[in-house]
């Protein structure tokens, strides 16, 4: 019963360089979501998946790239990564079909860091 | 104004004494509200929602809201030294979810 589980926990990255953060579920939830939370800002949308094959910007979309391969799994892309990428990242599901419902379930979160 | 705010903290009770963190909102549309625990390092748990007026309870959590001041608060009756942790508070309106930046709350053994 893993409930929502994120790969890598840590990563450090130098500007410039790419990487995809993954993410699956095996609750058979709906929605799925991608945020970031920075000291300060609280949490913030990047992307949202309502179903599969279907993505949604949030808050703050700039810089990343989205792919809802399943139902399961949600992947994070960073095409080129900034200093300003540097935060703790979260996947949550939810049962929502909108995507617009609030998360019910996180992962433990990816803590990455761009040089 | 932020959309949602909350008093950072850290506020400090002693254990056993009720715990009340508060949040305030700014889009008058919004519909639902929701409460989130986050112990350090950890990622965010939901705790409570609550949709209507007035007061929601689930065990030692009250959840209060009022539309018309705009703000809903958590009360945490009997802390326990367990209960510290940063409160998120979240808000939605028009499909769209707003956290509050969370308060740090810590219960004195």
Known sequence: ?115 | QKEVEQNSGPLSVPEGAIASLNCTYSDRGSQSFFWYRQYSGKSPELIMSIYSNGDKEDGRFTAQLNKASQYVSLLIRDSQPSDSATYLCAVSATNKLIFGTGTLLAVQP
């Open chain 1, 1 to 115: 019963n893993a409930g929502v589980t994120q790969t890598p926990k840590f990563q450090v990255l130098k500007t410039g360089q790419s990487m995809t953060l993954q993410c699956a579920q095996d609750m058979n939830h709906n929605s799925m979501y991608w945020y970031r939370q920075d000291p300060g800002m609280g949490l913030r949308l990047i992307y949202y998946s309502a179903s599969e094959g279907t993505t949604d910007k949030g808050e703050v979309p700039n810089g990343y790239n989205v792919s809802r391969l399943n139902k399961r799994e949600f992947s994070l892309r960073l095409e080129s990564a900034a200093p300003s990428q540097t935060s703790v990242y979260f996947c949550a599901s939810s049962l929502s079909t909108t995507g617009g419902g609030q998360p019910q379930h996180f992962g433990d979160g990816t803590r990455l860091s761009i040089l």
